[in-house]
């Protein structure tokens, strides 16, 4: 009897794979690895850039979740409106917070069983550093500069099941032993080098540009090895790697608008899409069988490099509040992104399709709509407490997602799926400047509705109901400095700094 062995979802094992082997239904060590493959987390390769509230820059601005369109009082102001900076009478040199993150990816109730799988991370990130300066040409005019990373994450995840007897009762004494290794990795860095310019064409109007310079990579990678024992002895291996790299240089632009009406301070930045200047990426695919028969092993190695590619980010328009109570200042923001239709992020040549059902590379993103509230509550004229929520509405619908690749499910599988942020901390106004301290907190999961058909004897058993609950969570840890003080110090430059 044949059957085909796959991954019963994009990828196919290979088209040669059609194993005499034994009927799957009886192969519980392959069925049950092969299940547990789905479940595993392979890095959602683009989660974060369809967030588009995942990362916050500068110190008051991230403790406030960038609910600071309007009324930014720092140096976050290059990213999230550079017209502030016409409006802000003495900004300060900024060293953005020092940032540390503990995350956590978890499953839990793996196989409708009481285990759980997670994968923890610790580590610091980078910091957001900002200054102003003048040109003498074009007095009334001011202009700051910022270095942003503005995304970053370096996942790696294992899943090593060790040697495993299969009884002979459930495995029909087919399979003795199982052995099943899963890796994946995905790294993800896009860096901003910027320059602002605004102007104030009144005490309280003042419009401004922020260009940012993008440095951007994107690489995933997946490793599957699965092995196993028959009752005779024989000894059957099957591997399988996929890896892709992206990189493209480019710009973007942020266009904004900062007025004052009384004590309200409202602001408008206009996000225009990603333009490219370079790009380029590559493709390696290797898949062997072994152990089987002289007719159905194979060996498959196929790698590409220079391949068309492309990077597309929506437009986006940001709306901002913030005005005084009592002694305390609140801050509402609104946010809207513009949909991006179905395009290929990467042009797999056509030889390469037929290890794929379709492009696996190519991406969707829908409209979505954000709000978020802050505030900065008086303590005493050096302490002010800071507190924010926001939401951060995914907008993937189909994007690069080496899960994706082996899920049968229907719906597209995201890690980072709708998330809520919630941050606190304090300001402490000391005579040299701002010392800022507190801690952002981020939750979000997705589900898997059930696993694939499994074909068997020439019937199709029915889909399990796993009902496996993938988690994502977020702690960060910040530090932060303002120091107006220094800018008396470096006035001495060639290029001076207010």
Known sequence: ??????????MQISQTAVLKLRPLSACSGVFGFFILFLLLPAPVIHAQEGNYKFENFGNQSVLLNGNVTGSVADLGLTYYNPARLG??????????????EWSRYYFE??????????????????????????????????????????????????????????SPEVAQSTVSQSFTDLEFRD??????????????????????????????????????????????????????RIDFDQRTYGGQIRIGAAWKLSDLEMGVNLSLPFFAVYSSASLNYQESLSGVSGDSDFIIAENYDGLSNRRKTATGISYGVGFPWKKHKIHLNFDWYAAISSYDRIDIPEEALIYFDGNPFMETLKSVFNFGAGGEFYVSPSVNIIGSFTTDFSAAEESINLFDFVNKSAEEINLLDDIWHIAAGVDLNRPWGNIILGASYARSGSQIGTAPDIPGEGTNIQPRNISTKINYERWRFIIGFEIPLIMDKLKGLPVPIN
């Open 109 to 166: 109730d793996i196989l409708e069983t009481d285990k759980d799988l997670s994968s923890n991370q610790f580590g610091g990130l980078p910091a957001t550093l900002a200054g102003t300066f003048d040109i003498k040409a074009l007095p009334g005019h001011k202009f700051a500069y910022s270095i942003i990373s503005k995304q970053r994450s370096d996942i790696r995840l294992r899943y090593d099941s060790g040697l495993i007897p299969v």
């Open 87 to 100: 409006l802000i009478e003495n900004p300060s040199f900024t060293i953005g917070g020092k940032a540390y």
């Open 187 to 240: 790294k993800l860095r896009d860096d901003w080098f910027g320059i602002t310019w605004a102007y104030p064409l009144s005490e309280s109007l003042s419009v401004g540009v922020s260009i940012f310079g993008s440095i951007y990579t994107n690489n995933g990678r997946g490793d599957i090895l699965i092995n196993e024992k028959l009752a005779n002895n024989q000894v059957i291996t099957y591997t399988n």
């Open 1 to 10: 009897m044949a059957i085909h062995l796959q991954f019963y979802g994009k």
